[in-house]
């Protein structure tokens, strides 16, 4: 159960999904709220992208429509056409003005949107909203995912206890580079929109950024975060004292999010934080995380829990990235396997192999070249990775 004061949801199926699952949700507030979004960075965006980006200018929202099973994605004017049909049916079933709805989508590229399904459930939608159903929400928005995914989390604002929490989706397409994933994140505190815009972009830089499941990046992407404000709390300013707090609650909410994401990971039996530290700069710790993230050779070596340690390094001297082979220490956990680039001994080597059989560990690349230091977290890759998109649309 999860629930945030002010706000309302449902999540029904209405048939755009063959199997009779939820595949259309709907959140609302109680009165417009403050909002901001993160969107994805791939130059082929979707329908309800292109009509989010322009709708979250505003600084203003009050109602979240999104489907499953469609991405409405590569669908020419129609889809355009199609995705602010949705909203607009939205906005003049919950009586609120058009600008105020914004809409997402997630699922197949290149198929138009079932518009008469869409219609014959928004009045469902409508009827349907409880402050109990924000959890059929996540569930309305899955697709390859296996369960719903949602955190939450109290935080002191003023003397008052207010609440920020997240719906998310996400298993494919994952990588570091904009959300990759949906989330929508419901808080009842008063925040200024330029608070609200930094926290969120920091809160995404540091989570959803950070992980990876096999490096693509989705058509669609979206993270919005509305604060309705309910909480009567004095209003949270970027110098104010309650900023930081708030900013903490929001990066611990992203980061439940995004490892769950990753532990969800199509396939996936390992969730790895791949840590880089030595670096000369801190981009440049990134960029060597995210290519030994990235790396098929890495993943599916985790998956067979074999520390293969050279395909590690291997993969860190293709990143782009100075620094000499012949001083850098790799760890499994805390047990080192490499020091000077040299191979510690092959009893290590065992060790390492039985620290790969946790669902969830850690690999350390030291490259002793500076203070620079970053991470990403990853998943392995397996055989169902391969059977779940090999079947995708059939």
């Known amino acids: 159960m999860i629930k945030v004061p002010g706000f309302l949801g449902c999540g029904i199926s209405c048939g755009i999904k063959k199997d009779g699952e939820k595949d259309i949700g709907l959140i609302v507030s109680s009165h417009p709220a403050g909002a901001s979004g993160v969107f994805t960075t791939n130059v082929v965006k979707a329908a309800p992208v292109i009509l989010g980006l322009k709708r979250i200018k505003r600084g203003i929202l009050q109602a979240i429509v999104v489907n499953s099973g469609n991405a409405n994605a590569c669908t020419g004017k129609r889809g355009i056409e199609d ?3 949705t909203a607009r049916l939205v906005a003049k079933g919950l ?4 600008s105020l709805v914004i809409p997402s989508s997630t699922g197949v590229i290149g198929v138009p949107l079932p518009m008469e399904k869409i219609k014959r459930a928004v009045p469902r939608l409508v009827s ?4 109990d159903k924000l959890i059929d929400v996540a569930e309305a928005i899955m ?12 935080v002191k604002i003023g003397g008052r206890t207010g609440t920020i929490s997240a719906l998310g989706k996400g298993a494919g397409m994952i990588a570091p580079n904009m959300a990759t994933m949906l989330c929508f994140i419901l808080t009842d505190i008063s925040i200024e929109l330029a608070a609200q815009k930094r926290a969120l972009r920091e809160a995404v830089d540091n989570s959803f950024n950070k992980i990876i499941v096999d490096g693509d990046t989705s058509t669609n992407d979206t993270a919005l975060i509305l604060s309705n404000g309910v909480l009567g709390n004095e209003t949270i300013r970027l110098d104010g004292r309650d900023y930081k707090r708030f900013k903490e609650a929001l990066f611990d909410i992203t980061t439940q999010i995004g490892e769950i994401v990753v532990k969800d990971g199509e396939g996936a039996t390992k969730v790895v934080r791949v840590i880089v530290k030595g670096a000369r700069t801190e981009k440049e710790a990134e960029k060597v995380a995210r290519v030994i993230g990235t790396s098929l050779l890495v993943k ?3 998956y067979g829990e074999d520390p293969n340690w050279g395909r590690i390094i291997a993969a860190a001297g293709r990143a782009g990235v100075g620094f000499n082979p012949m001083k850098v220490d790799l760890f499994f956990g805390n047990l080192r396997v490499v020091k000077n680039g040299v191979e510690v001994g092959m009893r290590n080597e065992k060790k390492a192999s039985s620290i790969m059989k946790n669902s969830e ?5 030291d490259l002793k070249q500076g203070e620079g230091r ?9 055989v169902d990775y391969v059977k779940i998109n090999a079947h995708y649309r059939t």
Not at 95 to 98: L, Q, T
Not at 143 to 154: C, M
Request: glycine share 2%; proline share 2%.
């Open 83 to 85: 995705t602010a049909s």
């Open 361 to 365: 560990f850690s690999v350390t690349l």
């Open 374 to 382: 970053s991470f990403v977290v990853t998943s392995d890759t397996t």
């Open 128 to 131: 349907g909203l409880s402050e």
């Open 95 to 98: 009586k609120i003005k058009e």
């Open 143 to 154: 697709t390859t995912d296996s369960f719903p995914k949602y955190a939450s989390q109290k």
């Open 300 to 302: 599916t070596a985790f």
